[in-house]
C-alpha cells in the first residue's frame, strides 16, 4: 500500500476522485479556498516552466554535441523523424475522431466559480519561447567552443532542476488537480465530460500499437531482417516501462532484451543506440500528447486548434521530447512551455493535460522504449549498407 501512494498517477487519481466528491458537495465558502490555492500553485508551477526548459533542453544539446559522429547523427534524425511523423499521424487521427466524440464544450445551468480572495502572481524570469531560444543558443554554442566549465554548470543546473520538478511540481500535482477538479465537479461539467477522457486514452493506446507496428515494419525493410526476431525479445521491457513509467529505469532491462536480439540487431548498434535513444526518442509519449491536448481545447475552448497551430505545435514537439529526460511524465513537463505559449492553454487546460497525460504515461513510456529496439535496427542496417565496421562504442549516459 505504500509503494501505491508513492505511485503518481496513483496519486493523481485520488486527487481526480477526491476533488470530483469534494466539489459535487462543496459550499461557495469553500470554493473560495480552493479557487485561491488553485491560483496559487499554478503559478508556482508556471513560474518553474522556463526552468525547465532551460535545464532540460541546454544540457541535452551539449551531451549530443560532446558525442558527435556520424552514427550520432543518423540517431538524432531517425529519433526526431519518427516522433513528428507520429505526432502528426496522431494529429490527423485527432481532427478525424474528435470532431464525432459528442464533446460538449459549453453545458447548461453550470455554477460560476466565486474570485480568487488572495491573489499571489508570482512572474517568470523569462518567457517560455525567450527560454527555448537561450537554451537553443547557449547548448549550441557550448558545443561549439568546447566550453567545458558551462558543460558543467547545465549538468548542475540540470540536476537542480529535476530536484525541483521531483520534491516541489510533483508532490504539489496532485493537490492542484484536485482543485482543479473540484471546481470542475462544482462548475457541473465533470459528470459529462469524463467518459471522453475514457475514451481517448484506449485510443491512443491503439494508435502506440500502430505507430511500433509501422516501425517495426520500416526498420525491417530498410535493415532486410526480421523485425518479429527483435521485437519478440521486448515484452519484459514493455512490461518494466509500464510499472516504472521511466526509460531511465527501463535502460538496464532493454539493454538485455535487445542484446538477445543480437542478431539481427548488432551489439556496437545496441550499446550506442539503446541508451541514446532511451532519452531522444518518445514517439509513444508525443503521439499522446497531440491527441489528448485537442480533445482538451475542444472540451474546455469550444474548438481544436487550427491545422497550422498543431502543426507547429508538433514540430516544436519533437525538439522538446529530445530534451526531455528519462523520468515521468518529462515529455509533458518539457513541453509545458509549448502548451501554454503555442495553444494557449490557461491553468485548468494544463492541469487536465498534465492529469490525462500523467494516467496513461506507462503506456506512453512502454511505446518509446520498444521503438528503440526498431530505431537499433536501422542503425544496424545503416552500418551494413555504408560498410561501417563494426566497433566497440560505449555511451555514458
Known sequence: MKKLMKSLPFRL??????????????NEGFMNIVVTVKYILGQLINFCVPLIVIGFIAPSITKLGNNASRMLGVAVVIAYVSSILAALGSMAAGYAIIPV??????????????????????????????????????????????????????????????????????????IFIAFTFCALAYEGTITKQLPVFIKIVLIVMAGHYIWLAVLYGVAGAYAG?????????????????????????????????????????????????????????????????VFFVMTISKVLYGSIPSLGTMVLFCVLLGVFAIGAPGVPGGTVMASLGLITGVLGFDETGTALMLTVFALQDSFGTACNVTGDGALTLILTGYAKRHNIEKQQIKVDL
Not at 13 to 26: F, K
Not at 130 to 147: I, M, P, R
Open 13 to 26: 487519481l485520488l486527487g481526480v476522485v477526491i476533488g470530483i466528491l469534494v466539489g459535487l458537495v462543496a
Open 101 to 174: 466524440l459528442s464533446i460538449v464544450s459549453e453545458v447548461d445551468g453550470l455554477k460560476e466559480l466565486p474570485r480568487v480572495v488572495f491573489q499571489l502572481d508570482i512572474p517568470q524570469i523569462m518567457s517560455v519561447m525567450s527560454a527555448l531560444v537561450f537554451s537553443v543558443l547557449l547548448g549550441l554554442a557550448a558545443t561549439w567552443t568546447k566550453a567545458k566549465t558551462i558543460t558543467a554548470v547545465l549538468d548542475e543546473f540540470q540536476k537542480i532542476v529535476l530536484e525541483i520538478v521531483t520534491k516541489i511540481v510533483i508532490p504539489i500535482l496532485p
Open 225 to 289: 531482417e526480421n523485425p518479429l526476431k527483435v521485437i519478440k525479445n521486448y515484452g519484459p521491457a514493455y512490461l518494466t516501462a509500464v510499472g516504472t513509467m521511466s526509460s531511465a529505469a527501463t535502460l538496464a532491462v532493454a539493454l538485455r532484451c535487445a542484446k538477445k536480439s543480437e542478431p539481427p540487431l548488432r551489439d556496437d548498434m545496441v550499446d550506442f543506440g539503446i541508451p541514446l535513444f532511451a532519452n531522444i526518442h518518445l514517439c509513444g509519449s508525443v503521439l499522446t500528447e
